[in-house]
């Protein structure tokens, strides 16, 4: 599969099929880099790293079958594949309450030690996201992320009930800066060149004054020309490099409003002095952010 202007990375099965893989479609703009896969029949991964302004950072997609029985130390051996930082999301298969799961299985167990002794949060939609075709069985909740080394008030997680299948994805929303790779070096632009501008600028930088009768004349006219029609496009063209980025503290002062909101809201319909108090704190936490947003 190829989708223009994006970088497609796969894993495959062991036996090299077209079953049980993974797969990371990432924008080529982004700048990052492939890790090594991880092809094991229990366990599969596409891994990238990519960078922020902070670091890097790992992401993975991972997938395994329901028909192994994970152990601590197949999970264990491969969040220590991924570093210090990264994010791993997929289909585990793992069953626990912690992360929102109807019940409990022997794999959610053994993951759960894992993310307990190596402090590993997980993000979850707390809904189902596989949905059984038999009806005597019930959704449950089997797709989810892993994430180690990042603050998890700067993600936000959702259900995407856009694409058909009998899993529900979930779409990982994270709050950062990530680094584009360098763009390649244009006179122009099809949308932000003005050509009035750049037709107007070019007419009063160029001089015919030079006589081409030898070939240092042409040289020298060859080279003005050149440097007129370099200056006029730089005037002509915007810069492209004034981005607006999302604070990423946007997410937390979010939550923050939010709790502000609800507790007057409870304020308003009884006025108990713990509310009061509560509605006091809230109103604190949301002046930190504005006042100074480098905290």
């Avoid at 790779?181 to 099809?190: A, M, N, R, T, V």
């Avoid at 304020?267 to 108090?277: C, E, G, V």
Wanted: charged share 25%; glycine share 4%.
């Amino acid at each position: 599969m190829k989708i223009p202007n994006y970088n497609i990375y796969h894993t495959t099965h062991p036996d090299e099929t077209t079953h049980g893989g993974t797969a990371v479609i990432i924008r080529q703009n982004i700048k990052h880099h492939i890790r090594a896969e991880y092809k094991k029949d229990n366990l599969k991964a596409t891994s990238i790293s990519l960078e922020d302004k902070i670091g890097e950072t790992a992401g993975s997609a991972i997938y395994c079958p329901p028909k192994h029985n994970n152990k601590y130390d197949d999970y264990d051996s491969f969040f220590k594949t991924l570093g210090h930082c990264f994010i791993a999301g997929g289909d585990f298969n793992a069953k626990h309450t912690f992360w929102g799961s109807r019940l409990t299985n022997t794999k959610g167990r053994e993951l759960f030690r894992v993310m307990q002794n190596n402090n590993l949060k997980h993000l979850s939609t707390r809904q189902p996201t596989y949905w059984p075709s038999d009806p005597n069985k019930i959704p449950e909740l089997l797709d989810f992320c892993v994430t180690k080394g990042i603050d998890t008030k700067k993600f936000a997680v959702a259900s995407c009930l856009e694409l058909m299948s009998d899993h529900t994805s979930i779409l990982i929303t994270v709050f950062t800066h990530a680094l584009g790779k360098p763009k390649k070096p244009s006179l122009y632009s099809q949308k932000k060149t003005d050509w009035n501008c750049f037709r107007e600028t070019l007419d009063e930088q160029l001089t015919l004054t030079i006589l081409l009768k030898t070939e240092i004349d042409i040289e020298e006219a060859v080279e003005n020309i050149t440097k007129a029609i370099e200056s006029a496009a730089w005037q002509a063209t915007a810069d492209s490099n004034d981005q607006t980025y999302t604070d990423e503290l946007l997410i937390t002062i979010k939550r923050k409003l939010a709790e502000k909101r609800k507790a007057r809201k409870r304020l308003a319909t009884n006025k108990s002095p713990s509310r009061q108090t509560t509605l006091q704190q809230n109103s604190e936490r949301t002046k930190t952010p504005a006042t100074n947003p480098q905290k």
